[in-house]
């Protein structure tokens, strides 16, 4: 006799659990935001190898997971992406092929996998939003990344159509928080920062940031995120995309945000702007007004607190951090 799944709750497997994402939800659902009626297992690179269908259905056939939230995917600073476009994009393809048809074949119920603003049109008018994902081709620099990246939301259209299944997909802005991974030749703007300005304190050096400092970006902390893709598990029911990101008003340059990290880190040394180096994007600007109309009393953790709350993450945990 087979019991409904509403009577055994639900079974819920992030992939990708040990990144700063997957750490972040397993945080947040320890701290009181889980429900008696899941049960939440996350996996990592360890568990499986995505890239191998057998090993993927493997794991889903061990967990038999009624949800799923996919995280895992090959990720790389921008010097590597540009290296190995074939690389990121096959593997990306067969980790998010082989993790949604795994999670159709074992008749999961919803599957929220997570994208990235890096897969918009690199030619675009701001702020992006939802609806200009496919509208022109990413950034020359990351293609294979983000064409692997826009392939899910093709492939949640397609598993919809032809057999009605709840797969959909978040895009979450600049994130960052502890777990993160603080590499500063390969990681993301504000980890690296974070490190830099650990190692200027502790050499008595000064603070050297690439670029001007004016571009312009939206973080958000890992810790809200993870509540939000809590509510995407539970509540959201389209098909299509939500970008999860602070306003366009909070904003930040890269220049406020070294000053937020150099306050929280109490650096007391020079800070020099090598304007010798690229400033990259000047701004990528995301609209969260599909997100405040579902929610719009949601609450992000101030940019200053959360920042302070990273840094302590990192000066306590120094040694186990990716670096």
């Known amino acids: 006799v087979s019991v409904s799944v509403s009577m055994e709750g639900k079974r819920i497997l992030v992939t990708g659990g040990s990144g700063l994402v997957g750490k972040a939800i397993e945080k947040v659902v320890a701290d009181g935001e889980g429900r008696p009626d899941e049960q939440w297992i996350f996996v990592a690179s360890k568990d ?57 074949e ?4 919803k599957v929220v996998s997570c994208l990235s603003t890096c897969i918009f049109p690199d030619k675009t008018t ?27 939301d093709v492939q949640n259209r397609a598993y919809y159509e032809q057999h009605g299944c709840q797969f959909t997909s978040v895009i979450p802005t ?16 504000l980890p690296g920062l974070i490190h830099k300005v650990y190692s200027a304190k502790q050499d008595g050096t000064p603070l050297s940031i690439w670029g001007t400092g004016k571009p312009r970006r939206q973080f958000i902390y890992s810790l809200d995120l993870a509540r939000l893709f809590i509510w995407v598990l539970r509540e959201y029911n389209e098909v299509d995309p939500i970008i999860l990101s602070v306003g366009e008003e909070d904003e930040v340059s890269i220049k406020e945000a070294a000053e937020s990290i150099v306050a929280a880190m109490d650096f007391k040394g020079e800070v020099i702007f090598d304007s010798t ?47």
């Not at 990720?75 to 159709?104: C, E, P, Q, T, W």
């Not at 701001?126 to 899910?152: C, L, Q, V, W």
């Not at 600049?174 to 703007?189: A, R, S």
């Not at 994007?281 to 719009?296: E, I």
Request: proline share 5%; with cysteine; net charge positive.
């Open 48 to 104: 499986a190898d995505l890239t191998s269908a057998a090993d993927t259905k493997a794991l889903f056939e061990k967990h038999k997971p009624t949800h799923v939230i996919h995280l895992a995917a090959m990720v790389g600073g921008l010097f590597r992406n540009m290296k190995y476009n074939l690389d990121f994009l096959r593997n990306n393809l067969h980790i998010n092929d082989n993790v949604l048809h795994s999670a159709y």
């Open 106 to 109: 074992l008749g999961v119920h």
């Open 126 to 152: 701001y702020p992006i939003d939802e609806t200009m994902i496919h509208s022109g081709p990413p950034h020359t620099s990351n293609f294979g990344y983000s064409y692997a990246k826009r392939m899910i």
């Open 174 to 189: 600049n994130v960052f928080g502890p777990h993160d991974n603080f590499n500063i030749e390969d990681g993301h703007v």
């Open 277 to 323: 180096k690229s400033d990259g994007q000047f701004k990528k600007t995301a609209s969260n007004s599909k997100l405040r109309r579902y929610l719009p009393d949601f609450q992000f953790t101030p940019f200053s607190k959360a920042v302070q709350e990273t840094c302590d993450w990192f000066n306590s945990n120094y040694a186990q951090a990716r670096k």
